[in-house]
């Protein structure tokens, strides 16, 4: 029998015959079955979407709230899938038939989710068009569509070390104050140190509420840097190697980050001295990487316009966009667009194939399984155009 060369399949073939599968499954009899104890389970951690209803509102500013969130048994949701402190929701927004997501890391505690709610915490972004529809739309009553909880940004017994250093910006406080309240109420076994930056005191998020569980346990530690005053109590100018080594924890730690992503950049030098693992140096990626040609390993000359083809199955699009905005963007003007959770590269759930044309891909992004570069699939959420590109996409219309 002769071998099959598995590099000369093609998965994308199999398309062509998805609609004959679904008429076929379509006309089938119904048939009915005990669902398994395991089935349900994995249903209830791990369901398709989740619809939610805002419960509450807490406004901090007119840039910065956060909205309570229940499920919404009128529209099927009857419970919450629990998580693991340090996950986000994907949360899907549809406009004239095109749909895009965003992420929002959950910020109140497991126990939350089986007390009946989620927290998020949405800062509006410069020019951030969900952002600033969060913010100036939801109010109490207002419905949402979100995913199940994902992201590996969380606490692993296994690789991480007992000792957690938590350095965040800005909004990037909402995973690590999710933890904060796990450590405090036993769900997770580690003690957390958190260096905690702004500019000014009053853009310190989720204040009150990091000081109240650091005065309960003494297994967490909370430290204030501030860049743009000097305050007696709070450490002055940004996270520093000086100011790390000043409150790292004695014994062998992991370190955490969240927030711009200018802070990653910054703290890699920071960090080298401490002469860490690499695998003790976790850090959230929360959406897109903006600028692209900001980045070093960026070639330059980013093209003001470029034409994208979208193949899907049988059905071609095309749409246009620039060198400037990821090919995820560039693909959600679309009706034919393919899912995303993360846009950030991590979850994996955009991938498509490259037929033709050249990408970017920054390197702390490119996420891809090793399989995958030699067969031309990307993550459309991490890859900026440069030049006209094609693309195929597996999901269904």
Avoid at 61 to 66: G, P, V, Y
Avoid at 169 to 194: N, Q
Avoid at 321 to 349: D, K, M
Wanted: one cysteine or more; hydrophobic letters at 35%.
């Amino acid at each position: 029998m002769a071998r099959t060369d598995l590099s000369s399949l093609d998965p994308m073939r199999f398309l062509s015959i998805m609609p004959e599968r679904a008429a076929v499954v379509a006309a089938a009899a119904p048939k009915s079955y005990s669902a398994h104890r395991v089935n349900a389970l994995a249903e209830a951690l791990h369901p398709a979407s989740q619809h939610l209803k805002v419960s509450h509102v807490t406004v901090h500013s007119q840039d910065a709230k956060t909205y309570t969130l229940v499920a919404d048994s009128e529209m099927g949701t009857s419970s919450l899938a629990y998580f693991d402190a340090g996950q986000y929701l994907s949360f899907s927004f549809e406009k004239d038939g095109k749909y895009t997501t965003r992420p929002y890391s959950i910020v109140s505690s497991p126990a939350d989710a089986l007390r009946g709610f989620y927290r998020i915490t949405v800062k509006r972004v410069t020019g951030g068009e969900i952002s600033g529809h969060i913010l100036d739309t939801w109010e109490e009553g207002t419905k949402a569509v979100a995913s199940a909880p994902l992201g590996n940004f969380t606490y692993e017994p296994l690789r991480d070390c007992k000792s957690i250093l938590a350095i965040c910006g800005g909004s990037g406080i909402t995973p690590i104050l999710s933890l904060a309240k796990a450590v405090s109420e036993g769900t997770e076994d580690c003690s957390l140190t958190i260096l905690y930056g702004a500019k000014y005191e009053s853009e310190l998020l989720h204040k009150e509420e990091l000081d109240e569980l650091t005065a309960s346990s003494d297994r967490i530690k909370a430290v204030y840097v501030l860049s743009g005053e000097v305050k007696n109590g709070y450490e002055s100018g940004f996270i520093s190697r000086d100011i790390i080594e000043k409150h790292k924890p004695e014994e062998l730690f992991s370190v955490f980050i969240c927030g711009p992503e200018a802070m990653y950049s910054y703290l890699e030098e920071e960090l080298t001295p401490l002469g860490l693992e690499r695998k003790y140096i976790r850090r959230e990626v929360q959406g897109e990487m903006l600028c692209p040609e900001k980045h070093s390993d960026h070639p330059g000359n980013a093209p003001e316009k470029v034409t994208v083809t979208i193949k899907q199955g049988n059905a071609s699009f095309t749409v246009e966009g620039s060198g400037n905005e990821t090919v995820l963007r560039i693909l959600e003007r679309s009706i034919a667009c393919p899912p995303s959770h993360c846009r950030s590269g991590e979850c994996g759930f955009c991938r498509s194939r490259l037929v033709s044309g050249e990408i970017f891909i920054p390197k702390a992004s490119d996420r891809r399984r090793l399989a995958d570069e030699p067969h031309g699939y990307i993550h459309p959420c991490c890859s900026y155009p440069l030049s006209d590109l094609e693309i195929e996409i597996s999901s269904e219309i």
